[in-house]
């Protein structure tokens, strides 16, 4: 019985070996949610980590034009609006008005209110217009820009290509044998134990990889440049 448990433990201890290339955490295609006439944009900073800098400029300068209109319209209408409603509250506390001026002062002052409320939404969807024409990257890495100076884009149109550089993962396909007890096991990266576990599991097989499950391991961003491929075990 004891050589039979010896010639077990082997087996017991054994891991698979995968290799898994070093992948951003996530990749996205940005596309525009606007039409608009492209103006600028930062070809330069293809292939870098971006940040807090703008590298796509769509034309926004009907939207300025139209925004410093509807900001004067808007400032028109508070002063119209505050005597409309003091009219209001002051002539309907008079003894002497009738009620035709009172609801004639009323609908006055409602209208005004609409058409202020109206102005303050008009201006919201100029800004959120003026803001989505200007594509700015924040900590993320520019791929690739889909457009060019000139192009004109509609809402849909793709415009770059970026990933999450903040941290990364490991993509690994996994025998159903190898999931049992997967939260309990440690990762071993390149022969070294580290505290990492597999943060998430396909709970269907993969349609290329018929008899295994697809498992992905969150790590930090590498320093240098991502694409290193790591020698992973789970045990």
Known sequence: MKAFLLLLT?????AKVHYAKVEPYESVTLKSAVSA????????AEGRVVNDKRVIYLDDSLDKINLKTSNENLRILHETLKRKESYFHRINKL???SSAQKD????SFASTKTQYLDMQYKIAQL?????????????MYLYEIMVRKGDYVSPGSPLASVVDASRAKLVLFLEPEELEQIEQKTVYLNGEKTAYKVDKVWKVADEKFISSYRAEIYIPAPEGSFSELMKVEIK
Do not use: G, N, Q, R
């Open 127 to 139: 800004e959120d217009s003026i803001e989505k024409k200007s594509i700015i990257l924040h900590h």
């Open 95 to 97: 003894k002497t008005a």
């Open 104 to 107: 004639e002062a009323f609908y």
């Open 10 to 14: 082997p087996l017991v201890i054994f």
């Open 37 to 44: 006439l492209v103006l600028d944009v930062d070809l330069e």
